[in-house]
């Protein structure tokens, strides 16, 4: 038996006996047990560090939420993304109670370097959300949501998911974008942009924010607001998580009827060049009150894909059939759901939809335009497969989200009509690399009409890549990213290397 293990146990073991009341025992026992060994853990460079006992029983006294290590209850939940391929095992994990002990956790991560990885719904496709050695700070312990309905604001914990904003906002007939699907993070999605089913009616859930409260890489809580901190509140509206971990979001909230005109109407997969041709059309003039997504999938086992538009329109009812209607002439619909929904509803329909059940790989970009080119590399080099689901995807830009200034915010994207993403799913056991050499092989293809990506669902190649997305707004996040976390304590994000990091 391991010596220091041994003696651990010994330890804990008698000081519980010796202790009345089983409660006491056996808290003391397993905070004992927990400490009883020190850890190695990785730095952000990938240099391996010890963690020792007495900084881990110091960090676990000081915070009210949770220290996880290997072995404990509810380490391995923790650790785990939505993307079940992904499969890390950080060195310790913080779940925080709220934003002192977040800054506990980031001032402990900042004296050892720790790699540092932050997850709030775990929805990071590359699985940033998570790290092997370093140390996750997983925030969800910090959910809820306070709406003001008189001012039409909401302030949101930093670990919520979108649900938890849509519940409490729209009991008062308010909203504000928020996704689509209910069980994203709040965090992950509002600072890298925020696309959804409103955005191009009330613009990106970054447009939205009013005000955060942020922890920076010195482990110092900031407020940022138009007012106080202006540089870092126009940083971290776009620049991600590149500059600390925000504990609470201030929203703006619009009124809206809780219905909504709402639904799919579907097309057989021989008319994919018809229908999105005229999915392209029609797109570009649409009202700001007409969101409109295409999908082209095909499941596994060979069966039929579909090609389907899903629309969500938020204006007056009286207007939904004139802009609607058009839609069912995009090809020969052999359905057509389209009718009146619960806006909350709508807004978890996609939640069991996600094919993640055993892995899952996406290459995506942003587009200006759709043509003829574009269409015919995206319907011929899609290929079904019985051992993999297979979906290309456009999300529909434009509307308010486009009439916001390149330099108003840190998110570049605002000349993007569409973002076309592909996507492949395989079942547990099975060999990936197949599946993503394909994916990788069609999106090249398609990568050649993009003009950027979404820094929430894009996977870069260089950091050139990166640097050059970010557009004019490049210079000025390196200059907010040498001045709030200048040693790069934050880097699993679309990355802003700060200056002295770089060879």
């Not at 079940?84 to 800054?103: C, T």
């Not at 899609?382 to 529909?396: S, V």
Request: aromatic share 8%.
């Amino acid at each position: 038996m391991n010596r220091r293990l041994f003696l651990g146990s010994t330890v804990s073991a008698a000081v519980a006996a010796a202790i009345p009341g089983t409660a006491h025992a056996s808290a003391l026992l397993n905070k004992l047990l927990a400490m009883s060994a020190s850890v190695v853990g990785r730095t952000g460079d990938g240099v391996e560090v010890t963690i020792e006992e007495a900084a881990l029983a110091e960090l676990k006294a000081a915070l009210r939420g949770q220290l996880l290590l290997a072995g404990n209850e509810g380490y391995d939940k923790a650790r785990r993304v939505l993307n079940p391929s992904i499969d890390k095992h950080p060195a310790i994990i913080v779940r925080p109670s709220g934003a002192a002990d977040v800054a506990e956790a980031v001032r402990f991560a900042k004296e050892r370097n720790l790699l540092v990885a932050v997850k709030c719904g775990g929805h990071s496709m590359s699985g940033k959300s998570t790290c092997d050695g370093g140390m996750q700070i997983d925030l969800s312990m910090m959910r809820g949501a306070r709406v003001d309905r008189r001012n039409k604001r909401a302030w949101v914990a930093g670990g919520s998911l979108l649900g938890d904003l849509d519940h409490e906002s729209m009991a008062h007939g308010l909203v504000t974008t928020a996704g689509t699907v209910s069980h994203t993070g709040v965090g992950g999605l509002s600072l890298g942009g925020g696309f959804g089913r409103l955005a191009r009616k009330y613009g990106l859930a970054l447009d939205n924010i009013r005000s955060v409260d942020i922890v920076t890489a010195d482990g110092v809580l900031r407020h940022a607001s138009a007012e106080e901190n202006p540089d870092l509140f126009w940083g971290v509206r776009g620049g991600g998580g590149n500059f600390g971990v925000v504990t609470e979001f201030e929203f703006d909230l619009h009124e809206m009827d809780r219905t909504v005109i709402a639904g799919d109407v579907v097309f057989t997969p021989d008319q994919a060049k018809e229908v999105i041709r005229n999915y392209a059309d029609y797109s570009q003039g649409a009202p700001d009150d007409l969101s409109l997504d295409l999908i082209m999938a095909a499941p596994p086992g060979g069966e039929p894909g579909a090609v389907v538009v899903h629309a969500v329109y938020s204006g007056a009812h009286a207007d939904a059939d004139e802009f609607l209607a058009p839609i069912a002439s995009f090809g020969k619909p052999v359905a057509n759901t389209i009718g009146p929904t619960d806006y909350v509803a709508l807004q978890k329909s996609w939640d069991n939809s996600d094919p993640r059940h055993g892995g899952d790989y996406l290459k995506s970009g942003l587009v200006n335009e759709i043509d003829d080119a574009q269409v015919n590399a995206i319907v011929d080099g899609f290929e079904a497969d019985p051992l993999r689901a297979t979906t290309f995807f456009y999300q529909q830009s434009g509307g308010a989200i486009n009439r916001v200034s390149e330099s108003a915010t840190a998110f570049p994207n605002r000349n993007a009509a569409n973002g076309p993403a592909v996507v492949v799913a395989w079942n547990e056991g099975a060999d990936p690399e197949p599946h993503i050499r394909y994916i990788r092989s069609y999106f090249s293809d398609i990568e050649k009409f993009t003009d950027g990506f979404y820094t929430n669902t894009g996977e870069y190649e260089t950091q050139a890549s990166v640097n050059r997305n970010y557009r004019g707004n490049y210079k000025r996040l390196v200059q907010l990213k040498d001045r709030y976390d200048p040693g790069n304590l934050f880097r699993l994000n679309v990355n802003v290397v700060p200056s002295q990091t770089k060879a």
